[in-house]
């Protein structure tokens, strides 16, 4: 059974001297990993005391990068912990997302309204 790491625990080590990473709902520690990551160590902090399950997939490590997981392996996060952790998806406004459709509209039907002005003007003008 893998230990169980508390959310308070996780957080405390967000720093660059003692860093770990929530992925795939298992904290890793990257301490030592730091100054090899390919993307710089920049990328890993910018990860510290959230869930970085999005970013690490979003990259497409390759194999070679997710056999290193397992030597990191601390635990898992609590349950409540991820519960916390986990941020609610944003919600799409129906005003603003008419406003924006409406808007496409007239930037579509505007260039061919005035296009075929254009074709009326030199067809019937010359």
């Keep these: 059974m893998a230990k169980v790491i508390t959310l308070e625990e996780f957080q405390a080590h967000a ?5 770990y990473v929530l992925v795939h ?3 890793y520690d990257v301490t030592k990993f730091i100054d090899e990551h390919p993307g ?5 902090l910018s990860e ?5 399950t999005d970013a690490f997939e979003d990259v497409g490590h390759s194999d070679e990068a997710r ?4 030597g990191m392996l601390v635990g898992e996060l609590d349950k409540d912990g991820l519960l916390k ?16 459709e409406k808007g496409s509209n007239l930037m579509y039907f505007l260039p061919l309204g005035l296009l075929g002005v254009y074709f009326a003007w030199r ?3 010359a």
Aim: charged content about 25%.
């Design 15 to 19: 720093t660059r001297d003692s860093l």
């Design 25 to 27: 709902e298992k904290v």
């Design 40 to 44: 710089g160590d920049e990328v890993i």
């Design 48 to 52: 510290a005391g959230k869930d970085a």
């Design 67 to 70: 056999e290193l997981l397992p």
């Design 85 to 100: 952790l986990s941020s609610p998806k944003p919600v799409a406004i129906p005003a603003v997302h008419d406003a924006v």
């Design 123 to 125: 067809f019937y003008g």
